[in-house]
């Protein structure tokens, strides 16, 4: 008798709380902000913080960056690893660096378990001052330069970013080998 008790108690804790956790009219986030273009996005990344250092020295993605993030890369890390982007150019991309953002974009999607065909795509390649999180030893924060290409899409919440790979420059080279994030 003890034991069907408590065997009682614990399914019943279990079907209350799956019941608790299980709401089909609310999605896991919520966007607060729909981007017209690829523009707007680039507005709100230069004009806010990417990552927050709380009391506990924890790195943690703003809100307002995640707005900026397709769902995919919400759910996912963003690879982004420092707390401001300060754009400096915005390069104009021939055809064929078009084409091969788009090529290398199309490849990574089609690795995923469940690819899906956005509304519409961008890429942009940004020439950046990325402020780290952390300061040196003399208490000034660190900055470094990088490339930073993006595709944009359309997932049907506004334009937001769905792939990230950035560059790290070194005097007027670009070091893929040296601090290349890609996602």
Do not use: W
Not at 5 to 19: D, K, P
């Amino acid at each position: 008798m003890n034991k069907s008790i408590i065997a009682a108690v614990i399914g019943g804790f279990v079907v209350v709380t799956a019941l608790l956790c299980m709401n089909p009219n609310e999605k896991m986030y919520q966007k607060q902000k729909h981007f017209d273009t690829a523009n707007d996005v680039l507005i709100q990344l230069g004009n806010n913080d990417i990552l927050d250092v709380d009391k506990n020295e924890e790195v943690h993605e703003t809100s307002a960056f995640k707005e900026c993030l397709s769902k995919r890369k919400r759910l996912t890390y963003s690879q982004v690893n420092f707390k401001k982007m300060k754009i400096e150019k915005i390069e104009e991309l021939d055809e064929q660096k078009n084409k091969s953002l788009l090529e290398d974009y199309n490849k990574l999607q089609e690795r995923l378990s469940m690819p899906y065909k956005p509304i519409k795509t961008e890429p942009v390649r940004l020439d950046v001052k990325g402020i780290s999180s952390y300061k040196d030893e003399n208490g000034n924060a660190i900055e470094n330069d990088f490339i930073i290409d993006l595709v944009m899409v359309d997932e049907g919440e506004g334009m937001v970013i769905d792939y990230y790979v950035q560059y790290y420059i070194d005097k007027d080279k670009i070091k893929e080998d040296i601090a290349n994030v890609k996602g």
